[in-house]
């Protein structure tokens, strides 16, 4: 079966890049770029898709231009961003490939701490005027799929030549100094419920397997408090593994009371329940737990992560957070 060739959009703010894309077990960014914006021309933008479709290709990773740091990626490096994940928490994406002479676009929905996740193909163009058409649409559809991360309008408001330039996100110097205390690999649970975190640090239950449970070390912050939440964070993830595991039953109750909640309250709707985890102190990942068959909370066998390099500034940490929260919130299932 022929590699379609295959073509990126990446839109940040007024800000268009279309990338070619190769194929080699995976598509990625092959050195071919070209920086508009989203009020260029359809004829200008339509001419450097077909030129990035024409440089597209099955071909060795090994041939493309190499990305100056290991945290970026020639993308990010095009737009002028530090990290790959910073450039993803900002822009939005489309897809493109040429499948039998058409254009089928894929708009994405940036999703904050996992990149982009594709929304579904929308209908094959022909002819140079309904592929301009078709991506538009595509960049529409991405923008409005992903406007609870990616504010286009109010970025491209600071990409103007006399605007000031946009406040740098905050962090924490106390916070970043802890974090080099962290081992190098540590572990912590955050409970939200009623408009506040309980923040548990976790250690290892020696048995076959160990067990992986909260040590005693609780906190709570409110929600709104986001730079105590990171230092909090930060805390409960330097004593793990400093502390012996609790039995699950007494964990249980402290959590409980340090939230003035039951049980019950904890495993409705009303909470959600986040497993943290840091790698070598670069890397944070987390993932929602789910209710086990005796009424309490656990880690899903396959967790759908999501994370970020622990160098992106702490209020990142906090806005990634709390957008999981958002996610997880409005798919939960309804009480009625």
């Given at each position: 079966?022929?590699?379609?060739?295959?073509?990126?959009?990446?839109?940040?703010?007024?800000?268009?890049?279309?990338?070619?894309m190769?194929?080699?077990?995976?598509?990625?960014?092959?050195?071919?770029?070209?920086?508009?914006?989203?009020?260029?021309?359809?004829?200008?933008?339509?001419?450097?898709?077909?030129?990035?479709?024409?440089?597209?290709?099955?071909?060795?990773?090994?041939?493309?231009?190499?990305?100056?740091?290991?945290?970026?990626?020639?993308?990010?490096?095009?737009?002028?961003?530090?990290?790959?994940?910073?450039?993803?928490?900002?822009?939005?994406?489309?897809?493109?490939?040429?499948?039998?002479?058409?254009?089928?676009?894929?708009?994405?929905?940036?999703?904050?701490?996992?990149?982009?996740?594709?929304?579904?193909?929308?209908?094959?163009?022909?002819?140079?005027?309904?592929?301009?058409?078709?991506?538009r649409?595509?960049?529409?559809?991405?923008?409005?799929?992903?406007?609870?991360?990616?504010?286009?309008?109010?970025?491209?408001?600071?990409?103007?030549?006399?605007a000031p330039?946009?406040?740098?996100?905050?962090?924490?110097?106390?916070?970043?100094?802890?974090?080099?205390?962290?081992?190098?690999?540590?572990?912590?649970?955050?409970?939200?419920?009623?408009?506040?975190?309980?923040?548990?640090?976790?250690?290892?239950?020696?048995?076959?397997?160990?067990?992986?449970?909260?040590?005693?070390?609780?906190?709570?912050?409110?929600?709104t408090?986001?730079?105590g939440l990171?230092?909090?964070?930060?805390?409960?993830?330097?004593?793990?593994?400093?502390?012996?595991?609790?039995?699950?039953?007494?964990?249980?109750?402290?959590?409980?009371?340090?939230?003035g909640?039951?049980?019950?309250?904890?495993?409705?709707?009303?909470?959600?329940?986040?497993?943290?985890?840091?790698?070598?102190?670069?890397?944070?990942?987390?993932?929602?737990?789910?209710?086990?068959?005796?009424?309490?909370?656990?880690?899903?066998?396959?967790?759908?992560?999501?994370?970020?390099?622990?160098?992106?500034?702490?209020?990142?940490?906090?806005?990634?957070?709390?957008?999981?929260?958002?996610?997880?919130?409005?798919?939960?299932?309804?009480?009625?």
């Open positions: 079966m022929p590699v379609p060739q295959m073509v990126d959009l990446i839109q940040h703010g007024r800000r268009l890049l279309i990338a070619s190769s194929f080699d077990m995976g598509s990625f960014a092959n050195g071919w770029y070209y920086l508009t914006t989203t009020d260029a021309p359809d004829a200008e933008i339509l001419d450097a898709v077909m030129t990035a479709f024409s440089r597209s290709r099955a071909e060795s990773r090994r041939d493309r231009p190499q990305p100056a740091s290991a945290q970026s990626t020639l993308e990010s490096e095009w737009l002028g961003f530090s990290t790959t994940s910073s450039m993803e928490s900002s822009t939005t994406l489309v897809g493109l490939a040429m499948v039998e002479g058409a254009v089928v676009a894929t708009p994405f929905k940036t999703v904050f701490g996992r990149g982009y996740s594709g929304t579904g193909k929308l209908d094959p163009a022909r002819g140079p005027e309904q592929v301009a058409a078709r991506i649409e595509a960049l529409t559809a991405a923008a409005h799929a992903s406007a609870a991360v990616v504010d286009h309008d109010a970025i491209a408001n600071t990409q103007h030549p006399d330039a946009p406040p740098e996100p905050e962090d924490d110097p106390r916070v970043r100094a802890q974090l080099e205390t962290v081992a190098d690999f540590a572990q912590a649970v955050l409970t939200r419920h009623d408009g506040r975190w309980a923040v548990e640090s976790v250690s290892t239950m020696p048995g076959r397997p160990p067990l992986l449970l909260p040590n005693g070390w609780i906190a709570t912050v409110e929600a408090d986001h730079a990171a230092a909090t964070l930060v805390d409960a993830l330097a004593r793990s593994e400093d502390t012996p595991a609790l039995p699950p039953e007494q964990s249980v109750r402290l959590l409980c009371d340090a939230l909640a039951t049980q019950e309250q904890l495993t409705s709707t009303h909470a959600t329940r986040i497993s943290v985890e840091t790698y070598r102190k670069d890397d944070m990942s987390f993932w929602a737990q789910e209710h086990d068959g005796a009424g309490w909370w656990q880690d899903p066998e396959h967790p759908d992560r999501r994370g970020f390099p622990t160098a992106e500034p702490t209020s990142l940490w906090v806005r990634a957070l709390e957008l999981y929260v958002e996610d997880l919130v409005t798919s939960a299932p309804s009480e009625n």
